[in-house]
């Protein structure tokens, strides 16, 4: 696996959303508490061997209100294809 960086601002940020990433995989444990009431949409690569299997159903469960689960071509990090198009796949943008 090849890590992408991109030229300028993006490259900054492509660095803190993979640090945030790593983070919350490696941190995020559910407590039992309640659920998230707002729209929840899980976003993952198709060939994504970082992420368990049971990741989607995990966040499922969590989602009180509307739920999503889009595939994106891919492993656990974009291509420069699907990094452009993602604002595509965002829901909460495309509305």
């Known amino acids: ?15 803190e959303i993979m640090r945030a990433d790593i983070a919350v995989r490696d ?12 729209p929840l949409q899980f976003l993952a690569g198709a060939d994504d061997g970082v992420i368990e299997a049971d990741a989607p159903a995990q966040w499922r469960e969590l989602a009180l209100g509307p739920y999503r689960h889009d595939s994106l071509p891919g492993g656990h990090f974009c291509t ?16």
């Open 1 to 15: 696996m090849g890590l992408i960086l991109f030229p300028g601002d993006g490259e900054e940020m492509t660095v």
């Open 80 to 95: 420069p294809e699907v990094w452009r198009a993602l604002p595509t796949h965002i829901t909460a943008i495309n509305r």
């Open 27 to 38: 941190t995020f444990r559910h407590n039992g508490a309640a659920g998230v009431t707002m």
